[in-house]
């Protein structure tokens, strides 16, 4: 089961080609800038690496698109994520897809699940939760991403129709 796990998140890490630097071409770099662009981690309640929940996001202007990745029960889910910045620490998810779990009930195969949820910055960490009184609750650290990462990310058809404004043309 470890095996698989580490095999899943290397595999999603390779799919994403998210980089925690922002360098590149002129083009890329034009997606990779934005304060929430970049890799993501919360290893809350484990201690196992492969077991930590992550974002990897890339920010065109106010889109953000990216991957999405949590274990729980023993098992492991993934998917894909897209966004609309309001202000460099405030967001909305506007659309999910990946394996059906608590994030969403559509495969990615099957098209997108609008959504409206939060997704924001405090305190230099990234928050997809927030508290009954309202207040920001951020678990999710920044963690330098393989500029290889990001690349990849980037060259996925999927992620290019993402920041050109695909799913719907105001997310």
Wanted: hydrophobic share 35%; glycine share 12%; charged share 20%.
């Amino acid at each position: 089961m470890r095996m698989w796990t580490m095999v899943a998140v290397l595999g999603l890490a390779a799919c994403t080609g998210l980089g925690g630097t922002h360098t590149g071409s002129d083009a890329d770099t034009s997606a990779t800038t934005g304060s929430f662009a970049g890799e993501w981690a919360s290893c809350q309640g484990t201690t196992a690496p492969e077991e930590c929940g992550r974002y990897l996001l890339l920010q065109r202007g106010s889109r953000i698109c990216g991957t999405w990745f949590y274990f729980a029960s023993g098992k492991e889910y993934t998917g894909r994520v897209v966004a609309r910045a309001d202000s460099p620490t405030e967001a909305r998810r506007t659309h999910v897809c990946g394996r059906p779990g608590s994030a969403t009930d559509t495969e990615c195969e099957a098209g997108w699940q609008r959504i409206d949820t939060p997704l924001r910055i405090c305190n230099g960490q990234l928050s997809d939760l927030t508290r009954a009184d309202g207040s920001c609750f951020a678990y999710y650290h920044a963690v330098r991403m393989a500029d290889d990462r990001r690349d990849a990310l980037l060259a996925e058809p999927w992620m290019q129709a993402c920041l050109s404004g695909v799913p719907g043309d105001d997310p």
